[in-house]
């Protein structure tokens, strides 16, 4: 059967949620080969103790905090100040008293982190070619044909969305908050107002089902079909190969996975414990990590971020769910391009004053809940 929905359209939470497999959620933009350079061991070490000792001294001569996504390349995250998801990473800046941020991350990181700063700071990124999948199927447009449709409407944004679709939204959400926020907008709303999540449509079903199992209709909730193509592709078959190769390992999730469904069901019919299948953020899977008896895990996100883990357990064996999931717009953040943007303090990321106004009101709704 061929569908009529694209990636980026919006569906009462319902209907989207019984389609959300058989809809194409590739991504709309190009997606750039990852350079080699992404890779540590593709580095000449003198080439690298060159990089870390520029890097080291251009941060101290501009008074400059170096912010990194736990997706970034491992030598990065090594000369990082601070490593992060999105939010803390536009948190830990604004909060710096440094002149220059350079957050070696995504654009629509770039952008929230040039919403939230100083004034006198400047956010400057390594690589403009880092973009976002999930963020591109944010249609803008689409949101504000809904809200047109939908007068009392409430918009609850994820994060990982540009600013002009932030400046659209009511509450925006982190990964570690998604199903929270969309809790507390259902119970501090009119029961007539409907809500629209976007844009991942594998939290918004995670977030559903949370809703759910606390009594709550789905009826008021739309969703939007986009997805990460990155944590997308990762699908129940890869986890369960995992599972048996490691029949004592815990498995991990991060719910943008393209698996959530699947391995939801598997807790929810008892054939994993619960106690063996988790749903994490990003930053949720560093801690629990370090908090489960297990030695063995698997982990189902982008592989950049057992990284961070396998710093925080160096004793424990993680095992990527699969290891073909990395994020390529993340690995054009390259030491090269790290070392060039200190020195020539390029590329500078301005955004639009009364946009990042507007951003601010979700970021700091949310703010406000958790
Ligand atoms: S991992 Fe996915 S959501 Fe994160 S930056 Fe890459 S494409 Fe975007």
């Known amino acids: 059967m061929v569908l009529d929905v694209e990636a980026g359209d919006i569906l009462p939470a319902k209907e989207a949620i019984e389609i959300m497999d058989q809809v194409d959620l590739g991504p709309n933009i190009d997606v750039p080969p990852i350079p080699k350079e992404a890779f540590s061991e593709n580095i000449p070490e003198d080439e690298k103790e ?46 710096s008293d440094a002149d220059y941020l350079i957050e070696a991350t995504v654009l629509f990181m770039n952008q929230m982190l040039a919403a939230l700063k100083k004034p006198h700071q400047t956010v400057l990124a390594p690589d403009l070619g880092a973009l976002c999948s999930l963020a591109a199927h944010a249609d803008v447009s689409k949101i504000k044909k809904w809200k047109e449709q939908h007068t009392n409407g409430v918009v609850i944004s994820y994060v990982n969305t540009y600013l002009e679709v932030k400046a659209e939204s009511d509450f925006c959400c982190a990964s570690a908050n998604a199903g929270k926020v969309t809790l507390h907008v259902l119970k501090n709303t009119n029961p007539e107002q409907p809500i629209l999540f976007l844009p991942d449509v594998f939290l918004g079903f995670y977030a559903a089902k949370l809703l759910e199992s606390e009594g709550h209709s789905l009826d008021r909730l739309h969703l939007m079909m986009g997805a990460c193509h990155v944590h997308e592709r990762i699908r129940p078959h890869h986890v369960m190969e995992q599972q048996n190769s490691y029949p004592n390992a815990i498995t991990v999730v991060h719910p943008e996975c393209g698996c959530t469904s699947a391995c939801m069901r598997q807790v929810n019919e008892g054939v994993v ?10 930053q949720g899977m560093i801690k629990l990590v370090s908090e489960v008896p297990q030695n063995e895990v ?36 390259t030491l090269k391009n790290l070392y060039e943007c200190l020195r020539d303090l390029k590329y500078e990321i301005n955004v639009d004053a009364e946009l990042a106004k507007r951003a601010r009101i979700p970021i700091e709704r949310m703010l406000e809940i958790v």
Not at 57 to 86: C, F, M, T, W
Not at 273 to 282: A, K, V, W, Y
């Open 50 to 95: 060159f990089y870390r000792n520029e890097i080291k001294r251009l941060k101290e001569e501009r008074n400059a905090l170096v912010l990194s996504h736990n997706y970034v390349p491992s030598d990065i995250q090594e000369l990082s100040d601070v490593v992060g998801d999105s939010l803390f990473l536009a948190q830990q800046g604004a909060d």
């Open 273 to 282: 414990p619960e106690d063996l299948l988790q749903f994490r953020s990003t």
């Open 298 to 333: 698997i982990v189902a996100t982008e592989v950049g971020n057992l990284h961070p883990m396998s710093k925080a357990v160096p004793e424990k064996t993680l095992i990527p769910a699969s290891k073909e999931a990395l994020c390529s717009y993340m690995k054009q953040n």
